[in-house]
């Protein structure tokens, strides 16, 4: 794919190799198997394919920082101080978009969006952030219990996806006696409960 609007001063070819350069090679095929869903999910509901490609690309850019970097950034950033008390798989979300937008210029707040609240969800998630949030859960090498009926419902309707992803995952945690983060109840109330 050829990058064509002015999302981000960056061919796909460049962004490419900024991610595989941020992170491991196993990082970076989860990355480009988001992206391939992404497109997929993206040309079945007629949704902006650039967008997505580099919402999807840049989703996990943060992933790998050392969390003292991601701390600082945190702070640094205003961002939401409560994340502080949660970890990097809260912060990489956030950091990633401050990241992109401070590093690469990336204005759209769609793109912006869909990194920032991929792993959270949000009460108001767009659509870009809903593909992304739906193929980072769904991409081919994911194997966890209820995977399969996410990729089934992706293929009809897109929110009932993010309804199921959001209440499997609180599931999930909730079993395993993991702190939630307060946006992610949000999510799920907006989401599950709501719709």
Do not use: C
Request: net charge negative.
């Amino acid at each position: 794919m050829d990058y064509q609007n002015d999302f981000i001063s960056l061919s796909r070819k460049e962004l490419v190799k900024i991610m595989k350069d941020a992170m491991s090679q196993r990082r970076y095929r989860h990355v480009l198997r988001v992206e391939k869903t992404a497109i997929e999910l993206a040309e079945k509901y007629n949704i902006d394919k650039e967008k997505v490609s580099i919402a999807a690309l840049a989703h996990d850019y943060a992933k790998e920082k050392p969390d003292e970097e991601m701390r600082d950034l945190i702070i640094s950033e205003n961002l939401e101080l409560d994340m502080l008390q949660f970890g990097s798989n809260i912060w990489h979300g956030p950091i990633g978009a401050v990241l992109m937008k401070n590093e690469y210029q990336l204005e759209d707040e769609d793109i912006l969006e869909a990194i920032k609240y991929h792993t959270i969800g949000s009460p108001t998630m767009g659509e870009i952030a809903q593909i992304i949030y739906v193929a980072d859960y769904i991409e081919p090498n994911r194997l966890h219990k209820g995977v399969d009926k996410a990729r089934k419902l992706a293929e009809k309707d897109l929110s009932a996806t993010v309804a199921y992803i959001t209440r499997q995952t609180l599931k999930h945690l909730i079993d395993r006696k993991n702190k939630i983060y307060p946006k992610a109840v949000e999510t799920y109330n907006a989401w599950v409960v709501e719709k």
